[in-house]
C-alpha cells in the first residue's frame, strides 16, 4: 500500500492520509480485507474540511473548562448523599443542596432532634461539620448525669465519714459530671459561676449524706430551710448538722418542760441562723463544728 504522511495534526495523532475516499479506494485495490463501506481508523482525507474538536476548540478558549465543570458536578453529587458524623451526644446528618447545608441532628442521650441549615460555610464539608457541631453546643447541658457506677464510687469515698472524705467526694463528683480533672477545676472560674451553684450544691449534699449516714431526712428538710439559697460546702453542712443537734435537743426539752419557765425560752429563727452562718468564715465554721461535736460527746 503506497500512502505517506501527508502532515501531522497539532493533538500529536498520527495516520494515513489521502486527498479524498476514492483514493484511499484506489490504494486499497485488490485488497482482499478492505471494504470501502466500513470506515477505517487513522485514515485522515486532506481535501474535506475538518469537523472542530469540540474538546480542543474549549481547551484553546478557556482551558480546564470541561474538566473543571466536570470535577464540579462529581463533587456536587456527592456532597449532596447526606454524610453522618458525631458531635459530642449528637448524631448529625448534612447533606448539601442549592448552596446550603441541610443538618438534621438527634442527640442520643435525650433522643431531641435538631434541624437547621448553614448558608455561609460554602461548599467545604469539612467547615459545615466545624460549623454544625458549634451551633449543637449551644445546647449542651452544662454537665452530665452521674452514672450508678460513679455514684457508688463517690459513696464509698464518702463513707469514711471525715470532712477530708466528704470533701475529697465532692470534688470527684463535680469532676466527673463536668468531666474534667482536679487541677482543670482549679484553674477554671467555675466555683464562681452561678450557674455551676446547683452542681456544686448537689455535691456537696452528696458527699455529706453518704458520710452520715445517721442524717435523716427529717435533718435534711431542716438543714435545707437553714441554709437558704447560698453557696453550701461541707463545712457549712457540718455546721448546720450541729445546729440540727441543738434543735432537736431543745425540741425534746420543750416536750419535757411543757409549761414550765424552761420551755419558755425563745429558739432562734431560720434567718437569724442563716445569718450568723453567713457572719462566719470557714475556719470559725470548722471551729463551730469541733466544739459543737465534743460537746455532744460529753452529752451522751
Not at 465554721?285 to 465534743?294: C, D, F, N, V
Request: proline share 5%.
Amino acid at each position: 500500500m503506497n500512502t505517506k504522511n501527508l502532515w501531522t495534526r497539532p493533538t500529536g495523532s498520527g495516520g494515513h492520509y489521502f486527498a479524498t475516499p476514492e483514493d484511499l479506494d484506489a490504494a486499497m485495490e485488490g485488497d482482499p480485507f478492505y471494504d470501502k463501506n466500513v470506515p477505517l481508523s487513522g485514515v485522515i482525507f486532506t481535501n474535506q474540511p475538518e469537523k472542530p474538536d469540540p474538546f480542543e476548540q474549549a481547551e484553546v478558549e478557556n482551558p480546564g473548562a470541561d474538566f473543571r465543570k466536570f470535577l464540579q458536578e462529581t463533587e456536587d453529587e456527592k456532597l449532596a448523599q447526606a454524610h453522618t458524623f458525631y458531635a459530642g451526644e449528637w448524631r448529625v446528618q448534612i447533606r448539601y443542596k442549592a448552596g446550603k447545608w441541610i443538618c438534621n441532628a438527634s442527640n442520643q442521650d435525650s433522643s431531641e432532634t435538631k434541624s437547621f441549615t448553614l448558608a455561609n460555610v460554602g461548599s467545604d464539608r469539612d467547615s459545615a461539620m466545624v460549623g454544625a457541631g458549634n451551633y449543637l453546643k449551644k445546647f449542651a447541658p452544662l454537665w452530665r448525669e452521674l452514672s450508678e457506677g460513679h455514684l457508688d464510687t463517690l459513696s464509698r469515698i464518702a463513707s469514711e465519714g471525715t470532712a477530708m472524705a466528704m470533701q475529697n467526694a465532692a470534688v470527684e463528683y463535680v469532676c466527673c459530671s463536668l468531666n474534667k480533672r482536679p487541677q482543670e477545676l482549679d484553674n477554671s472560674n467555675i466555683l464562681n459561676d452561678p450557674r455551676y451553684l446547683p452542681l456544686l450544691n448537689d455535691a456537696a449534699w452528696f458527699a455529706f449524706v453518704h458520710g452520715k449516714p445517721d442524717v435523716t431526712d427529717a435533718a435534711q428538710r431542716w438543714m435545707s430551710e437553714q441554709l437558704g439559697r447560698r453557696a453550701i460546702t461541707i463545712n457549712s453542712l457540718f455546721a448546720v448538722y450541729e445546729l440540727w443537734q441543738d434543735h432537736k435537743l431543745k425540741r425534746e426539752k420543750g416536750r419535757l418542760f411543757a409549761g414550765t419557765a424552761l420551755a419558755e425560752q425563745p429558739e432562734p429563727s431560720a434567718d437569724e441562723v442563716v445569718e450568723q452562718l453567713d457572719s462566719l468564715s470557714d475556719e470559725s465554721l470548722e471551729a463551730l463544728r469541733i466544739r459543737t461535736a465534743q460537746f455532744n460527746a460529753r452529752r451522751k
